[in-house]
């Protein structure tokens, strides 16, 4: 209901993806992103071909196919979901944990594509939260590292994953 002031506004094309991580904008990908004036107005070139736009604000998110938008004057941005918890093995809690938030069939072959991640390290007691996730179909699992493969890259797994349905807001 108000205007989304200082919204960042991305355009993903099928040369130009959009990163998105823990709900915020990754200035390394190639992508056009402009951020939205007082009024929360802002303008960018309909590019040629198919097309996302994706809004991000700390009031929300919207994504949508940038042919729909072409027609449309105002967007309404989706609040947030939260993922809280804690991470325990039996009953004792791990520190220092990384966990992510994996979203299912967010990719689609020959089209523009938005990857969203979320990654968070568990708290002493356990606890980890995510403030800024964007509302669908996830998986929520510990990540864990092994096999160093160079230049400080490791390889990984996901594990004790738990599919989730996150809902605006909640």
Do not use: C
Request: glycine share 10%; proline share 4%; no cysteine.
């Amino acid at each position: 209901g108000e205007p989304a002031e200082g919204a960042v506004v991305a355009i993903s094309t099928l040369n130009e993806q959009v990163q998105i991580s823990n709900g915020q904008h990754q200035q390394y990908s190639n992508s056009q992103s402009i951020s939205a004036d007082q009024d929360g107005r802002f303008s960018l070139p309909f590019p040629d071909g198919d097309y996302l736009v994706v809004f991000l604000h700390d009031s929300g998110w919207l994504q949508i196919d940038g042919k729909k938008l072409e027609d449309v004057v105002e967007v309404t941005l989706e609040p947030w979901a939260k993922v809280e918890g804690k991470l325990l093995q039996g009953s004792e809690p791990l520190a220092d944990e990384q966990i992510n938030i994996n979203f299912v069939n967010q990719y689609r072959q020959g089209q523009p594509n938005v990857y969203w991640s979320n990654s968070v390290q568990t708290e002493g007691d356990g606890a980890f939260v995510f403030e800024r996730v964007r509302a669908g179909d996830t998986t929520v699992s510990r990540h864990v590292s092994y096999g160093d493969v160079g230049n400080g890259a490791r390889m990984g797994t996901q594990t004790h994953s738990e599919r989730v349905n996150l809902e605006p807001g909640k």
